[in-house]
């Protein structure tokens, strides 16, 4: 998982290859009229989610303000509610159309702003591993198949003290392995923690060692178990092993490390693949070692390696139950990377919520979650929420970690820890995957949650606004948080809230560019009193009808 220098904060617990599709100039849309979508939010909070290529052409009527006092405002959001990761289509929306528009060169879609560090690269290499059920591994020959499918050594956990040889991935697309030897350094009845018998001196002795087997015991294995379901025990031994070894240091250069980040830990999917030749063939966690001198790569202290190692493992473990549950238990695919990696992130956030609000400990687990979020929020524009450049970009993953929030919190019955687990169980203990699965499990199509949640990024604790119950998180009061990070670190938060919708009269909206799969765009068209009402035409930037199959949507609801 990589890992990038961020300030350490302690902060409150606020309760509250892209697809590409471009567009002729062929068939315009006929311009605005008086027949199209009747836009009716007579009362503040009302909204509504439209399909432009229904009979009305893309065309949205409003009202006239009938206030000759109050002015009026609704926030509009053009998006794509495909479940397709990867969908984009050019899009325009602009206001009191009543022209054909000119036609114009055929529109090519912008690229995803996706630029993948190396260590970014090697996690999604592992996720999209895990995708495919690792199955263009090379595997072993047919006559050791037998032997490969057998534990790698006695059923029970092993000894304190007992050293074993592991094949650990060297390379980025896992394309050679390192024999490394190492020892058990600490052992609980749920995990074993072995250290390179090669590490650098100046390494965790054994209380601090223990110190962490503690954690992985008492609030990492049993939060993450909860909320998703048990990992696999291919290897009988009854504990999760964690190996902390140089060869996860090596993986990135030292330049590498100082310029993007570095991969604190990893869990490798092929462990659970018996046939391939290089599996190790039980439940592994991966961990950089300590370093204080940098002989390896960039230096790690003792103190950073304790600190980043929890955070890393709860997101990692995650994938490996994620991996039994779909593909071990039931024989399907992995999770979809977006969805997957949505889930992890939330994983650190319940790792952060064992600790008391406020403390390091619950800063150090957020604080990543938080970040990337903030990059998601502050230009949706140039994000995906269904991303399939790997894993998406770190804004990408604040927003898979925003929309799992959003979907825990409105549909899992009521706000108990338990009630959620059970929720997110119900989401990793199936065959299915993506947005089909989360339309099964809330109950609602794809499409409706994804709008709702659109709307909810910007309404659910906007001030002196009251936002109907299913356009909220409960979990969070973002806008808080982001006002106490702004006043902390200005400089990583550089606004007391991520996301600033563009604003214009209703007659003068003029937006255009290129929606990407679950994102939108957001634009707040005002009304001064007696305005008369206007009209916006939502078509490809060319002029032309939105493709159905990508599911285009304009929500708009009443601000005032």
């Known amino acids: 998982?990589?890992?990038?220098?961020?300030?350490?904060?302690?902060?409150?617990?606020?309760?509250?290859?892209?697809?590409?599709?471009?567009?002729?100039?062929?068939?315009?849309?006929?311009?605005?009229?008086?027949?199209?979508?009747?836009?009716?939010?007579?009362?503040?909070?009302?909204?509504?989610?439209?399909?432009?290529?229904?009979?009305?052409?893309?065309?949205?009527?409003?009202?006239?303000?009938?206030?000759?006092?109050?002015?009026?405002?609704?926030?509009?959001?053009?998006?794509?509610?495909?479940?397709?990761?990867?969908?984009?289509?050019?899009?325009?929306?602009?206001?009191?159309?009543?022209?054909?528009?000119?036609?114009?060169?055929?529109?090519?879609?912008?690229?995803?702003?996706?630029?993948?560090?190396?260590?970014?690269?090697?996690?999604?290499?592992?996720?999209?591993?895990?995708?495919?059920?690792?199955?263009?591994?090379?595997?072993?020959?047919?006559?050791?198949?037998?032997?490969?499918?057998?534990?790698?050594?006695?059923?029970?956990?092993?000894?304190?003290?007992?050293?074993?040889?592991?094949?650990?991935?060297?390379?980025?697309?896992?394309?050679?392995?390192?024999?490394?030897?190492?020892?058990?350094?600490?052992?609980?009845?749920?995990?074993?923690?072995?250290?390179?018998?090669?590490?650098?001196?100046?390494?965790?002795?054994?209380?601090?060692?223990?110190?962490?087997?503690?954690?992985?015991?008492?609030?990492?294995?049993?939060?993450?178990?909860?909320?998703?379901?048990?990992?696999?025990?291919?290897?009988?031994?009854?504990?999760?092993?964690?190996?902390?070894?140089?060869?996860?240091?090596?993986?990135v250069t030292k330049q590498a490390c100082q310029a993007t980040g570095f991969v604190a830990g990893f869990f490798f999917g092929g462990d659970l693949t018996p046939s391939f030749a290089n599996s190790n063939r039980g439940e592994i966690f991966y961990a950089l070692v300590p370093d204080p001198s940098g002989t390896l790569s960039c230096a790690h202290s003792t103190v950073s390696v304790q600190r980043i190692v929890p955070v890393t493992f709860i997101h990692e473990f995650q994938h490996m139950i994620s991996f039994n549950q779909h593909v071990l238990l039931r024989g399907g695919d992995g999770e979809v990377l977006w969805l997957n990696e949505g889930f992890s992130h939330y994983a650190e956030e319940l790792g952060g919520r064992t600790y008391a609000p406020g403390t390091p400990e619950f800063s150090r687990f957020t604080i990543g979650d938080l970040f990337n979020a903030y990059q998601f929020l502050d230009s949706t524009r140039n994000h995906f929420l269904l991303a399939t450049e790997g894993i998406g970009s770190l804004a990408e993953r604040g927003a898979a970690w925003l929309f799992v929030r959003y979907i825990v919190d409105r549909y899992a019955g009521d706000t108990t820890v338990a009630a959620r687990n059970t929720f997110t169980q119900s989401l990793l203990q199936t065959t299915l995957t993506g947005a089909q699965n989360v339309a099964t499990q809330t109950g609602d199509p794809f499409d409706v949650v994804v709008t709702r949640w659109a709307l909810a990024n910007w309404v659910s604790d906007l001030p002196g606004f009251t936002a109907p119950p299913e356009l909220t998180y409960d979990s969070w009061s973002f806008r808080t948080t982001y006002a106490s990070l702004h006043a902390q670190d200005a400089g990583n938060f550089p606004k007391d809230y991520p996301l600033t919708p563009t604003a214009s009269a209703g007659r003068s909206v003029s937006l255009s560019g290129t929606l990407r799969a679950g994102s939108g765009i957001y634009h707040r068209a005002l009304q001064g009193p007696s305005a008369a009402g206007f009209t916006l035409l939502f078509s490809t930037a060319s002029g032309g009808p939105l493709d159905a199959t990508r599911f285009p949507r304009l929500s708009v609801i009443r601000i005032r």
Request: neutral net charge.
């Open 1 to 251: 998982m990589l890992r990038t220098r961020l300030p350490r904060l302690a902060l409150p617990l606020f309760l509250g290859a892209v697809a590409c599709s471009g567009d002729g100039a062929g068939p315009q849309l006929p311009p605005c009229t008086a027949a199209g979508f009747a836009v009716t939010l007579p009362v503040v909070g009302a909204y509504v989610s439209i399909d432009p290529t229904g009979a009305d052409s893309g065309c949205v009527v409003f009202p006239a303000n009938g206030s000759g006092i109050d002015s009026a405002e609704y926030v509009v959001v053009p998006q794509l509610a495909t479940g397709v990761p990867g969908h984009t289509s050019s899009f325009r929306l602009l206001g009191d159309t009543i022209r054909p528009a000119t036609p114009t060169a055929p529109f090519a879609v912008a690229p995803a702003i996706v630029e993948l560090s190396p260590a970014e690269q090697f996690h999604a290499f592992l996720r999209r591993g895990d995708e495919s059920g690792w199955r263009d591994l090379p595997q072993v020959a047919p006559t050791a198949l037998g032997a490969a499918r057998a534990p790698a050594g006695p059923a029970g956990p092993p000894a304190y003290g007992s050293t074993r040889q592991f094949k650990v991935c060297a390379r980025l697309d896992c394309s050679r392995f390192d024999n490394v030897t190492a020892t058990v350094r600490a052992l609980k009845t749920k995990v074993a923690i072995y250290v390179d018998n090669l590490a650098p001196a100046g390494g965790l002795d054994s209380t601090a060692l223990d110190s962490l087997a503690i954690v992985f015991q008492t609030r990492l294995y049993p939060t993450d178990t909860a909320a998703f379901g048990r990992e696999s025990d291919i290897d009988t031994n009854s504990v999760v092993l964690v190996l902390m070894t140089n060869t996860v240091n090596k993986l």
